[in-house]
């Protein structure tokens, strides 16, 4: 049984007083949530210890944007597992298309990055996905294909979560058809060679679309980014309802 998962990526967004109000208002809205699914936020480092601090005890779960492969060292910039478990930190996605496009992030830092994470008892949410360029010279698959084999290598499927964010999708607010997501979900899962692994879509997911999303067979969650720095349509979201 795959246990939904949805998670809301704040990016480079929310200052500590923000992310207090934000919490004072969804909280309420998801604590009666159905226990069928799972709510995790992934706020920027710097409000990491205040969003852990508030959301003790409710139902809502912890994720970094980022992990490093090392516990210490000398890596500007860079988070280790160490400093986020000390903060309840559960997740941590990988691999996300703005590292891979801003810092030309590899397969393999992503993979040694999940495989970081995996050893220290947090989950990675792998993030895979192609560019509009690809899908139209019909490269989707070979692409996601590529991203799935090399980002999983060597990584407990069962401790692990995938991401499909098609980068077209993302931020501008065009949505991937959820049949099309859906198949590429059934792929994914189909590659990975795993029953159990819990794909997630991201590209523009809405109040608006999410029931439909989540009617899907091969999807198993959402990465929201844009929609879910509102509290009350985050909240939404993660009450999705399916027939
Ligand atoms: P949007 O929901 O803003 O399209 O972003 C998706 C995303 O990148 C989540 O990681």
Known sequence: MRKPVIAGNWKMNMTCSQSRNYLSDFLPLVKDIPADRKIVLAPPFTAISTVANLINGNTVQLSSQNVHWEDNGAFTAEISPMMLIEHNVEYAIVGHSEPRKYFSESDEQINRRAISAQSHGLI????????????????????????????????????????????????????????????????????????????????????????????????????VGGASLDPTGFARIANYKVD
């Open 124 to 223: 990675p949410i792998v993030c895979v996905g192609e560019s509009f360029e690809q899908r139209e010279r019909g490269e989707a698959e070979r692409v996601i294909r590529r991203q799935v084999e090399q980002g999983l290598e060597g990584t407990d499927l069962e401790r692990l979560i995938v991401a499909y964010e098609p980068i077209w999708a993302i931020g501008t607010g065009k949505t991937c058809q959820a049949k099309e997501a859906n198949r590429i979900c059934g792929l994914i899962r189909e590659w990975a060679a795993s029953s159990h692994l819990i794909i997630q879509y991201g590209g523009s997911v809405k109040p608006t679309n999410i029931d439909e999303i989540m009617s899907m067979s091969d999807i198993d969650g959402v990465l």
